[in-house]
């Protein structure tokens, strides 16, 4: 299994990025994802989830009407769409996807850095 994440960098706030996560090694498309992000110092959060087909999703408070998660299961991705970025979105953003008890992944992680 591997989780690739993509699409972080510097942004103002008030601003957008798009953050990617292309899976391999499993059946994509039957899998709920999920999103996480942690900032220094902090413990790791759960940012939201999408369920396997995309037909519902799931966000944590702090972002809940700025972040939309989607998929794409021809392209076996996950996205994480941010709008109207705070300084407090500073973090490493991790794509997850939980195949069973023992069977637990993450990606690498990506870098948003939101700051003036």
């Known amino acids: 299994v591997q989780l690739v994440e993509s699409g972080g960098g510097l942004v103002q706030p008030g601003g957008s990025l798009r953050l990617s996560c292309a899976a391999s090694?499993?059946?994509?498309?039957?899998?709920?994802m999920s999103w996480y992000r942690q900032a220094p110092g902090k413990e790791r959060e759960w940012v939201g989830r999408?369920?396997?087909?995309?037909?519902?999703?799931y966000y944590a408070d702090s972002v809940k009407g700025r972040f939309t998660i989607s998929r794409d299961n021809a392209k076996n991705t996950v996205y994480l769409q941010m709008n109207s970025l705070k300084p407090e979105d500073t973090a490493v953003y991790y794509c997850?996807?939980?195949?069973?008890?023992?069977?637990?992944?993450w990606g690498q992680g990506t870098q948003v850095t939101v700051s003036s």
């Open positions: 997850y996807v939980y195949l069973g008890i023992q069977y637990r992944y």
């Open positions: 999408i369920s396997s087909a995309g037909g519902s999703t």
């Open positions: 090694g499993f059946t994509f498309s039957a899998y709920d």
